[in-house]
């Protein structure tokens, strides 16, 4: 990657926090960024070593049981790991404060992501998340 312009996120919300957990594409071309505050993802292209915002947010927010706040000071799901699957086609998020696991399938042409299922995890347990 190269240094160039940041590329913001809609911060309407408040101050971001803790961005985390990036996946990038298998063929280098998006990168998709846990926002932790926000209970969301955002989805960046990646051309010539310098991203620009695709998608912000990328999926709609999941909420929080309202007893966790990020350290920006808003109530936050809580995710705490991503994976892409190898062929790209889609993204699984953790989101321990909501005591779920969402799938969705992601648009790599759009950088949207669109729910595909939910799984429900014990709350807050889940600290890691692999694949194959």
Not at 83 to 104: H, K, M, R, S
């Amino acid at each position: 990657m190269t240094d160039g312009p940041l590329a913001p996120i809609d911060t309407a919300l408040g101050k971001p926090s803790e961005l985390c957990w990036l996946q990038v594409t298998s063929d280098n071309s998006l990168v998709l960024a846990t926002n932790f505050g926000y209970g969301t993802a955002s989805t960046y292209r990646l051309v010539d070593g310098r991203l620009s915002l695709l998608q912000d947010p990328a999926n709609k927010a999941i909420p929080g049981d309202g007893t966790f706040r990020a350290v920006n000071g808003l109530v936050s799901s809580g995710p705490s790991d991503s994976w892409l699957t190898p062929d790209d086609q889609y993204f699984y998020q953790i989101f321990g404060n909501a005591q779920v696991l969402v799938g969705y399938r992601l648009d790599k042409t759009s950088g949207r992501l669109t729910e595909i299922g939910r799984n429900p995890i014990p709350y807050n347990s889940t600290q890691g998340l692999a694949g194959f």
